[in-house]
């Protein structure tokens, strides 16, 4: 188990995490959300010590990280698959942090095994693809066989093969009982591997829930429509008060109706229906909605518009008419 209080980490005067308290508690998978700088890989790094809190308070097991005598046997942590020295083969990478936590040389074989990469394990890890350094880092976080597994993005690098495996170990090493906090930003992913959320935003606790009552409360369940009858259908739901909006690809959509009202409603006009379904917003649309105010970096919607090979001024960010450019310069 792992418990947050009051959690706060100040960087000057930005709170990079700001007064986290909540508990990621085993036997499921516990998916961990937020957008760009919301906090999550400082608040990782805080449970595992490697930063110090300004305030608050973290255990594992009821204890702080540095107070557990061989770490890799109570919690096993994925962060940076690429933090690994790369004259070391995968083998000999496994050794050594075996031999500092007092696990068994033995052990380091069976983990190889289990993340595929028996085959290399004599390679250096310089050579490694980022999907082999995620498999190499996920052995590392398997070794020392912990009650508590932390990943941050543990999917990064992996083909379809190695997303569906990595999905499933999580799975299973919550079965055993296991704690498994995860953090990702492929929402698709953690709707098919999550049980859990923990969601922030700026530093800050926005929601603490399963995924089934996370999704219910973000998002929005509507009615989706396709007739041949369109202008009949409209004409009978603005009878009956009920409200429609147009949808890509023709549909129409209707969050105010059941769908069994419509479908009644549709048979009284003699209304042709080619789709009646129930929709609900997926795990991203709900995120997206629940986080929409904590979002510190805002891309631009569309790129700016140029003719191809055009040159800017750097200093007025106006672009060079070249013709103009090259008769001065001949002049």
């Not at 790094?45 to 204890?63: Q, S, W």
């Not at 942590?77 to 050594?96: F, I, P």
């Not at 066989?145 to 999917?155: N, T």
């Not at 930003?185 to 591997?193: D, P, R, V």
Request: net charge neutral; aromatic share 4%.
């Amino acid at each position: 188990m792992i418990e947050l209080s009051g959690l706060t980490k100040r960087y000057g005067e930005k709170a990079a995490v700001d007064d986290l308290t909540f508990t990621v508690r085993p036997g499921t998978v516990t998916g961990f959300l937020g957008p760009n700088g919301a906090g999550k890989s400082t608040t990782m790094r805080m449970i595992l010590g490697l930063d110090h809190p300004t305030a608050g308070d973290v255990r594992i097991d009821g204890r702080r990280y540095h107070e557990l005598a061989d770490p890799l046997t109570y919690i096993g942590a994925l962060l940076d698959a690429k933090a690994v020295h790369g004259g070391r083969s995968a083998r000999n990478h496994l050794l050594c942090l075996a031999q500092s936590n007092g696990i068994p040389a033995g052990r380091v074989g069976e983990v190889l095994e289990t993340v595929g990469l028996t085959a290399v394990a004599r390679k250096k890890a310089k050579g490694f693809s980022l999907g082999m350094s995620q498999r190499l880092g996920i052995a590392g976080a398997l070794l020392g066989d912990p009650r508590i597994l932390m990943f941050d993005e543990p999917v990064n690098g992996l083909d379809p093969e190695g997303i569906h495996w990595i999905r499933g170990l999580m799975k299973s090493l919550a079965t055993q009982g296991r704690t498994v906090f995860v953090s990702s930003h492929l929402m698709s992913e953690m709707a098919l591997t999550a049980d859990h959320l923990v969601v922030i935003g700026q530093g800050r606790l926005l929601a603490d829930t399963t995924m089934a009552d996370f999704i219910e409360r973000n998002s929005r369940s509507y009615v989706r429509i396709r007739t041949p009858d369109r202008e009949r259908l409209l004409d009978a739901l603005h009878e009956a008060r009920i409200t429609v909006v147009e949808s890509g690809g023709g549909a129409l959509e209707v969050t105010d109706g059941r769908s069994e009202e419509i479908g009644e409603l549709a048979a009284r006009h003699r209304v042709v229906l080619h789709e009646l379904s129930v929709r609900q917003s997926s795990l991203e649309e709900a995120f997206m909605r629940l986080t929409a105010s904590s979002v510190e970096y805002h891309a631009q919607a569309e790129p700016v518009e140029r003719p191809w090979g055009t040159r800017w001024n750097t200093r007025t960010a106006a672009p060079v008419d070249r013709a103009a450019a090259r008769t001065t310069a001949e002049g």
